[in-house]
């Protein structure tokens, strides 16, 4: 019997493994037992990485400066050494491995890969590789239409008519970008019109299409990597398709009315099969079209980044949409984010510059980084938008996102300390001031969670039912009016569980409301006014994971003065309205509060975005940032754990060990 070393016998060790590293350390403990102890817990710190979305382990940082030590320690960035079983520093590291006999170049059967400084996991190495393969292909095709910048300007002209918000036009610099590649990204930060760009894009991409002779058009299918995610870029792609086509020539809405409009989900895309890793689209039988526009890409791991390539013929184009500042994937990579790495810079080559200017009529800034000779393939096919449409740059939610977004934390506490309009800071705690401190609810009403725009006003609106004998038309004009005074307020909240996470604020919330005679007294779980987050798709209603719907009485049409509740969720079109009863959603919680994981791809007037009392490795620049984005109009900060813990998060960056686009 193998006789494993003592952090290994016990299955728990100073550094929070999971049984399923440690699973993974005795394996490679019994496959190679004169292995140095080193290199086991190094492989056995590589996979337990993974858990905390890191696809390798960048050896050179864990002997530097610990900041790669395991288990997401909320103090990782005040660590100021390696470990204390590192022995020989990198060098040493380097030498264990190679002594192991387990971790090899990729093309064998080890299953750890040593690059360079970072050790993979060999299943993410190769996707990693398969990834900078496709891509490299796919920057390196000319696609037809760029053989026709004349062409190109006349239809970028025609759908950029009107005056620009900005300039340049990076909406438009965008556009002209994509039409040059066969791969191109499209990021920017919430507000700022990558779903409008997109639809131009493509109705111009329509339009060529038709000029060379394709009469049945291009074969273009759109996808997010989440339901909520396609159900969202599927309301913006029809808006946006209206919004253009009203003053559109008969080419131009010719060309629109070929842009599709349905979105799906990657996984139903690729063809996802239940209990199975399996799908049903790869290389040996790959997606029919020609185009595909991805949403959401922050949300793409590593693996369904390799599938979504794999699946996608050679000649097709494939664009990619997302924030490369929001939250990263919750499995392992940041794909977006490190394809997008020197997008804020630019890095245009002068034979690039020239082609944008010719091809679109607007002029990169003529400066370095701007425009850089040594700018690389990848740096050509990306365009940042930067001028916001959900909130002005210098209002108090664009003000206090621009400084976490830097990681500025004195001007973050500058801001705070005078909020501007549409940014307030609520204390809560022993030094919290107010009229209702002494009861402990003080904070419910200062951040606005029971206030005009909070939950009372969704109950005020539920208050204003039709008369039972109304017709239907009627009850779906009052859910559409319940749906939208949910979607104005939102509380969201850095971590799902404990007293300051979703779940406990969802108790407190609804028993406060309880209190204040809103909701009945009765522990029923579907009362009126309850809103209800999905929790998986169900494709037959119609829904998808991440819906909100308000249950809500409607009269029974078999028993007169007798109320059902049924639950209302938005319909596929602006004015339809679907009622689900609640036996068909097994699968839902309650969201008064929801985490801002949950939130990605959502948008409201006001939120309460609520911070948790004690550290927590969730807690960065990145979460908050997005937590703050997701509001129009005005931001409230919960601080239950002080300014201290607001500090240390804007402070705090994601750091998830890269090497998919530079091992």
Known sequence: MTEFPAWLAFGQSEDGLRDLDVAFGRLLARQAPRAPELALRLAVLCSARLAHGHPCLDLRALCESGLDAPGGDPDADERTGPPAWIDGGLDGCLAALAAAGFAGDGDGPQPLVLHGHRLYLARYWRAGRRIREDLGRRLALEPPEAREPARIRAWLDAVFAGPAAESPDWQKIACAAALLHGFSIVTGGPGTGKTTTVVRLLAVLQGLAQARGLERGLRIRLAAPTGKAAARLNESIAGALERLSAPADAALR?????VPAEVLTLHRLLGSRPDTRRLKF???NPLDLDVLVVDEASMMDIEMMDAVLAALPAHARLVLLGDKDQLASVEAGAVLGELCARAEEGHYTPAQCRRLLECCGETVPDAWPWRDPA??????????????HRFQADSGIGRFAAAVNRGDAPAVAELLRRPPDGLSLVRVGPSAEGARAASGDAWLYDSGIL??????????????????????????????????????FQVLCALRDGPWGARGLNRRIESRLRAEGLVPAAEDAWYPGRPVLVLRNHPALGLANGDIGVALPLPDPER???????????????????????????????????????????????????????????????????GATRARRALALVLPGGDVLLDRAVRRRTRRAGGIWNP
């Open 254 to 258: 010719a060309a629109l009315e070929r």
């Open 282 to 284: 790869h290389a040996g």
């Open 375 to 388: 700018g690389t393939a990848l740096d050509q096919a990306v365009v940042m938008l930067r001028h916001s």
């Open 451 to 488: 206030a005009e725009d909070g939950c009372p006003a969704l109950f005020r609106v539920l208050r204003a039912a039709p008369d039972p004998r109304a017709a239907q038309a009627d009850w779906d004009r009052w859910a559409r009016a319940v749906l939208a005074q949910q979607a104005r």
């Open 560 to 626: 007169e003065g007798v109320r059902m509740i049924r639950v209302a969720f938005a319909g596929a079109t602006r004015d339809a309205v679907r009622w689900v009863s609640p036996a068909r959603l097994p699968e839902v919680e309650t969201v008064y509060a929801l985490t801002v994981h949950k939130s990605q791809g959502s948008e409201f007037d006001r939120v309460a975005l609520v911070l948790p009392d004690r550290k927590s490795p969730l807690l960065t620049r990145e979460l908050l940032y997005t």
